[in-house]
């Protein structure tokens, strides 16, 4: 059975002079029990109003939600199993630590003796023991954040919902604490679902990502699925950087598609599905998979270029060669070597792009 089930989930709002705006377009998407799955796209593109509607703050205007193979749709926020952690944390600033994660038992009335203990455990879980007495501005920011979780942790929630938690922290404690929830999910077995426009962080942190563009799924899959198998233009540029070539299908043979691009350039792709001879296609390759050599190299599946822009970006250096007239193609190397540096002083360079490297969108 599925942690979280959406089918066919739309979300219409009606706007001001009566224009109607739809922010979830028909998703479909079946989420596994135990599973790190975020919800990843661009501000706007609906991942708010999906969370809300799980959490039921927001009702869908069609389709169905499951919850542990049981429809939501009567079902109040309250007698879900789920809770939210809001980017902002959402804590009470007059009450204790401890109060504030106990706020939610002392509203359902639990005795007093067990929620001492479940605020306990769910303080230890989150490693803030001690600082059970503390008000929220005596806290850091990662601190803050933890007494959200102890707070939607100490109800024993089977789905986790976040959105954008991390937003807020700078860059050095948002790297930690994404390693840090990841842990916790592992060691709790609690489905998470974690709303972010961090491409980054959803690398890092998912067993799988959806990828949202105005209110609809373009893409589900592991993160390796979306960085290396990118099916769109849109999933491609989104995630990390990638070049796009345009050029005509020549032939297949072998596992081996022939791409002609700018009329002058003969590629091959790897790739086991045949597309019709002279189909327009898009290939991308990720910069990091281009190679540069000198010209006096012999390789294969090389083409002459020329270094038009060199960008030293600390680990990494960014090298912009022109293929033709009409495109050029971005290069980054790691943990760069004199010869590499040679090279692309030379201007006059080889890139290698292997047919395993190179991939044909399926959709544009
Ligand atoms: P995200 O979280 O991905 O940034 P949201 O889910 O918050 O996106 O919003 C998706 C779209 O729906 C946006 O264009 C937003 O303006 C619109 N929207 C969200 N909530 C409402 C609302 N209550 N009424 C009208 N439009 C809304
Ligand atoms: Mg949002």
Redesign the pocket.
Known sequence: MHAVELKNISKR?S?KNKRD?L?VDRIDLPIAQGEFFSLL?P???????LLRMIAGFELPTSGEIFIHGEPMRDRPPFHRPVNTVFQNYALFPHLTVADNVAFGLQMEQVPKQEIRSRVGEALAMVKLNGMENRRPRQLSGGQQQRVALARALVKKPQVLLFDEPLAALDLKLRKEMQIELKHMQQQLGITFIF?THDQGEALTMSDRIAVLNAGKVLQVGTPTDIYEEPRSRFVADFIGETNFLSGQVQQHQDGITSVLVDNTLLLNVARDRELPIGTQVTLIIRPEKAMLYPLDAVKDHCIRGTVEEIVYLGTDTRFVVRLTPQSTIVVRRQNLTRSDLAVAAGKNVQVRLSPGSLRILEED
């Open positions: 709002f706007g705006f922010a796209g501000s706007g593109c609906g991942k708010t109003t709303v």
